[in-house]
């Protein structure tokens, strides 16, 4: 029964805090990049705007950091605590960059509260050194924790005799073929969604009537940001593509609907997969996943049919994919459109079609970064240790996991109101035009 079964519940549990805690590391991550190009942009065109833009965001962004600290600690308890099997291996073989993580945390933590509170302490050029650490630390961050799970996708590094586990190699362990595609993903998207939430709430300001020309700067360098992340996104994203084809090929497979194993292979873009694994009303492009997995139309794809039916992913991930490429594709076109239209002078950048489209653009890119997670967990099951260890063999037997699954869903609910509602009053009774006018004040009291 559904009540008794703690592995569904502790995955139900893990995927509901990790659903809401990649929302703040997302942004606890890529904020801080257009915090320090904000202020750079303000040093070097002596442009009181830049320096707001960073005065603002700064102050949003340790709101979403305290909260990102609440969820982060409740995520790390939870693999502890349900799945206590697979920590028996990863606490010992993958210790290292969980330990590191905890120090870049620190280390983020604390040159924020100096760059937070030494406004107008120092020159400019020397306040702005203090934001480098924090970018630091949060990349970093997120780089150590996504060591983590490439560990889970390609575990290397030890060997497991008679259930011991020995000889244990962390920097092998630590450094997976998954880990370079894997790591630079998550950080390069967590720039462009970051870029995009930010230019979503100036296209916002602007749509409601707000003509400043703060808000028009903002827009300006965001979606310049956004463009360059984008396409660095899809570049990576086909890595990726690459990185499966050689390591996780029953992944790759399921994402595509893929299920014989061919040369010119077709990569399926929608549809519905009927039980005989035919694909209907689906958008079939003649030799593109043999070009996404090998970059040769030539070259052949393994299909599901060659893998054991114990071993294959769930094939409704097909859609997750879908969405993130799609949604990947969308972003990359609105800052595009916005820079042609800025440089070439042939079209209103801040016309209110395109506004509008920024401002879908900023929920968009955070749902593409939950689609592409829920793409990379549930497509490497069965396994929680790819080839090692399946996820129930390392769940937890306790009968109380639902009960648990209820209180942390009220924690995040409350959570997530306060949050909201704590950024929209702090932005909205502080507005860009007033702080520019006391700091102008400010500058001839000077």
Not at 208 to 217: E, F, L, Q, S, V
Request: charge should be positive.
């Amino acid at each position: 029964m559904l009540a008794n079964d703690p592995v569904i519940y502790s995955r139900a549990l893990m995927s509901l805090t990790f659903v809401f805690h990649i929302i703040f590391a997302t942004i606890g991550v890529g904020i801080p990049v257009l915090i320090a190009l904000a202020e750079w942009m303000g040093i070097c065109r002596n442009d009181s705007h830049y320096t707001l833009m960073a005065r603002r965001w700064t102050r949003g962004y340790v709101i979403t950091v305290a909260v990102g600290v609440v969820s982060g600690t409740a995520l790390g308890l939870q693999i502890n605590l349900l799945w206590p099997n697979f920590m028996r291996i990863a606490g010992q073989a993958i210790g290292l960059p969980m330990f590191m993580e905890i120090f870049a945390f620190f280390f983020e933590a604390i040159f924020l509260g100096i760059y937070m509170y030494t406004w107008d302490r120092f020159k400019p050029k020397i306040h702005f050194l203090f934001i480098i650490p924090v970018v630091i630390g949060a990349s970093c961050s997120a780089l150590f924790i996504t060591l983590v799970n490439s560990f889970m996708n390609a575990p290397q590094g030890f060997e497991i005799v008679d259930g011991i586990i020995g000889n244990v190699q962390p920097l092998k362990a630590m450094f997976t073929p998954a880990s370079p595609t894997k790591v630079s993903h998550v950080l390069v998207s967590a720039y462009l969604t970051s870029a995009f939430i930010i230019a979503g709430s100036a296209a916002y300001a602007l749509l409601k009537g707000k003509r400043h020309i703060y808000y028009k700067k903002v827009l300006n360098m965001t979606l310049f940001a956004a463009l360059v992340f984008a396409i660095a996104t899809f570049l990576i994203g086909d890595l990726s593509g690459k990185y499966l084809a050689k390591y996780q090929p029953e992944k790759l497979a399921a994402g595509e609907w893929h299920f014989e194993t061919m040369s010119h292979a077709p990569l399926i873009v929608g549809g519905i997969l009927t039980e005989k694994h035919e694909v209907k009303y689906g958008w079939k492009i003649p030799f593109a996943l043999s070009v996404l997995a090998h970059g040769n139309p030539n070259r052949e794809v393994k299909g599901l049919n060659d893998f054991p039916a114990d071993e294959i992913p769930p094939l409704w991930i097909h859609y997750t994919f879908d969405a993130m490429v799609g949604i990947g594709g969308y972003l990359t076109s609105i800052p595009l459109l916005f820079i042609l239209a800025f440089w070439f002078r042939k079209g209103n950048p801040y016309n209110k079609l395109l506004l509008a489209a920024i401002v879908i653009g900023g929920p968009l890119a955070m749902f593409a970064i939950e689609y592409g997670w829920v793409y990379a967990e549930v497509g490497r099951q069965p396994w929680i240790l790819r080839g090692y260890m399946k996820t129930q063999q390392g769940a937890t037997t306790s009968e109380h996991v639902g009960l648990f699954f209820v209180v942390f869903l009220a924690l995040y609910v409350i959570l997530g109101i306060s949050c909201l509602r704590v950024l929209m009053r702090m932005f909205k009774n502080n507005t860009p035009e007033d702080e520019l006018k006391l700091l102008n004040k400010e500058s001839a009291l000077k």
